[in-house]
């Protein structure tokens, strides 16, 4: 109970630091824009590990467009390396489209965008956090900060498993400064294991995304983070002893342009493709060669395949760089 009651009181301070509730419940709608840049840094199999030392060079730049309205409702745009991700959510249903796959629904209940969260939606952050525990405290670059964690239930996990892929756990951690009261650091941890179709070892994918959020400034009277930093991990393992095979790739963005309670956005800009398919994208998808970006193909990774990011969000998109088995 006072775990409870603490993560309450914390949630209250990062809500008046964030702009009041009475300021942030007047936004209908909010609209952003903004520049990432990507990059594989390391590659690792049983055998060896293999770092890009040229990681500053070969960064994927890219752009990305997000437009949110109340209740549930998010469209995002984000293209890098010549790919362009589209995702989305009507308040009903969550999706994605991308070059490889196509246009997909996610399965399980509808859940916020993980990049709305990086310091761009105070409300929805906090709503996130609701049901969280506080569970101690940490410095973060120095910085004294209360850590939030949420565990997603076993039925929201049975709701978003499909066929052979499981989702096992899915944990987020929130840490709010106790100088600002600002959320500062997210990170989201994610296991889900897919079973063979030939009755072998089941392989197990382990996603980890540390992200770092800064450089807050006030726009139209809300804190909205501008920059921030993300580490994504995916690790892959349990087919054969030794066989395990783990990428990291790193992303920088910067936020451009905001804009609240835009005229003329209404539910129509939130309908999905009319190609839409149902299915989990958890599935293991091969990738044509095409699909290999250039930060990607420094390392020596080969195959690229979509499997484990069941996520709502455009974290997919770092399915045609992050998700390669490594030689």
Not at 104 to 133: E, N, Y
Not at 295 to 321: I, M, Q
Request: include cysteine.
């Amino acid at each position: 109970m006072q775990e409870t009651s603490s993560a309450q009181y914390i949630l209250q301070q990062y809500l008046a630091a964030s702009g009041g509730q009475k300021l942030l419940s007047s936004v209908r709608n909010s609209y952003a824009m903004g520049k990432v840049r990507m990059v594989a840094t390391e590659c690792e199999t049983a055998g060896r590990v293999v770092r890009n030392r040229m990681a500053a060079r070969c960064a994927e730049p890219g752009r990305f467009v997000l437009w949110q309205m109340a209740p549930e409702m998010w469209y995002i745009e984000l293209a890098v390396g010549g790919s362009k991700v589209h995702a989305g959510c009507n308040g009903k249903l969550v999706w994605r489209h991308t070059p490889w796959l196509g246009a997909h629904s996610a399965k399980g209940p509808v859940r916020p965008l993980r990049r709305s969260l990086q310091g761009l939606d105070p409300l929805t952050t906090a709503s996130m956090f609701a049901g969280a525990r506080c569970i101690g405290e940490r410095k973060v670059n120095g910085d004294d900060c209360f850590i939030l964690k949420l565990c997603a239930d076993p039925e929201t996990l049975r709701a978003r498993s499909e066929g052979l892929a499981e989702i096992i756990r899915h944990v987020l951690f929130g840490y709010f400064s106790q100088k600002s009261g600002l959320l500062v650091h997210l990170e989201d941890s994610h296991l889900t294991r897919i079973q063979s179709t030939t009755g072998g070892d089941a392989v197990y994918w382990e996603t980890t995304i540390n992200s770092f959020i800064e450089d807050y400034r006030p726009v139209e009277g809300i804190m909205i983070a501008h920059s921030g930093r993300s580490a994504v991990t995916l690790f892959r393992f349990g087919e054969v002893a030794m066989s395990h095979t783990k990428t990291r790739m790193e992303e920088a963005w910067s936020i451009e342009e905001v804009a609240f309670n835009v005229p003329g956005l209404s539910m129509d800009c939130f309908i999905p493709p009319t190609d839409i398919k149902s299915g989990s994208i958890s599935e293991t998808v091969e990738l044509p060669q095409s699909g290999k970006s250039k930060a990607g193909g420094l390392l020596p990774c080969h195959g690229a395949k979509v499997a484990a990011l069941e996520k709502a969000d455009d974290n997919v998109a770092w399915s045609g760089a992050l998700q390669r088995d490594c030689k």
